[in-house]
């Protein structure tokens, strides 16, 4: 796989720097129901004749074209890569062997630098989620969603960050990084706190990251860049998925979430675009993998 398309950001413009000379001075950045979706084809023109740069990589979660992997996963997959994506990031494997998910990214030159995993599959095998990650080549285990009933009190949110360090700890030693995936529940005050709030400070940074999903994070209210300052090297992973004017997920460049602003204003080592549930999957991700093509950061 491609260790030379997933190279971090300010590697990626030292590069630049060094091939073309000119002086590049931007650093970069870049779920799970939704009400309503918006899926218009144009992509709006976000490009920037002030940055000669671009995202390094730019890649996908797999979620977004479930409906379509469920009928035909190879072909989903070649669709992906046709499109141009760099990397993927799984959301379950579709009854395939690690060995089979291993040859299809090859056969496709795709990256997977990560893998959604559900947290009652943590608790139950943690070695063999542990030994498929290394198999497949995956950098980060992701817990992507909690269940209502593990989130009804803070004392929910401080168990689960034990649990959440337990596991991380074990990645740690085993060569990979666990993160957690936000949603907008977990920014609703319990007795004055917010719950995420609990999930960083009662976990170690380095043993449990967290994978920014900016639509979630701005439908919630909160301050992203504020997050994202107050706590450097916790976000190598972000979701990118756009906000339309009613309030639904929308293609990126067809909403109103500034991406340019958060991506210069960051360090995000890997752009996973996403939406929940879009009406037209294949022709969503080929809107946002335009958008983010031209975007210059």
């Given amino acids: 796989m491609r260790s030379n398309r997933?190279?971090?950001?300010?590697?990626?413009?030292?590069?630049?720097?060094?091939?073309?000379?000119?002086?590049?001075?931007?650093?970069?950045?870049?779920?799970?129901?939704?009400?309503?979706?918006?899926?218009?084809?144009t992509a709006a023109d976000t490009s920037s004749a002030a940055s000669p740069a671009s995202l390094p990589a730019i890649g996908l979660q797999l979620y977004t074209i479930r409906s379509v992997m469920e009928n035909d996963f190879r072909g989903a997959m070649e669709q992906v890569a046709t499109i141009g994506y760099d990397e993927v990031e799984f959301a379950g494997y579709y009854d395939r062997t690690p060995d089979e998910i291993v040859a299809l990214l090859n056969d496709l030159d795709l990256a997977s630098p990560a893998t959604h995993i559900p947290l009652q599959r943590i608790r139950e095998a943690p070695d063999e989620v542990i030994q498929t990650a290394k198999t497949i080549g995956h950098q980060y285990v992701v817990c992507p969603y909690l269940a209502e009933s593990e989130r009804t009190s803070l004392d929910n949110y401080r168990s689960l960050a034990e649990d959440f360090s337990?596991?991380?700890?074990?990645?740690?030693?085993?060569?990979?990084?666990?993160?957690?995936?936000?949603?907008?529940?977990e920014f609703v005050e319990m007795n004055g706190t917010r719950p995420y709030d609990v999930l960083l400070s009662e976990t170690d940074p380095e043993h449990v990251k967290m994978e920014l999903d900016l639509y979630w994070v701005i439908e919630a209210g909160q301050d992203l860049l504020d997050y994202i300052g107050q706590n450097p090297g916790r976000y190598p992973l972000c979701h990118v998925k756009d906000r339309g004017p009613n309030g639904g997920m929308t293609p990126v460049g067809n909403g109103t979430i500034d991406f340019a602003s958060i991506f210069e204003a960051a360090n995000f080592q890997h752009y996973f675009v996403e939406h929940d549930n879009p009406e037209n999957p294949m022709q969503s991700i080929e809107t946002s993998h335009r958008t983010l093509q031209t975007l210059k950061i």
């Fill in 166 to 185: 337990t596991f991380g700890e074990r990645c740690t030693e085993a060569g990979l990084q666990f993160a957690y995936h936000n949603h907008d529940f």
């Fill in 6 to 41: 997933t190279m971090n950001r300010r590697q990626f413009l030292t590069t630049s720097v060094q091939a073309t000379g000119f002086l590049c001075a931007g650093m970069g950045l870049a779920a799970c129901t939704s009400d309503s979706a918006d899926d218009e084809t």
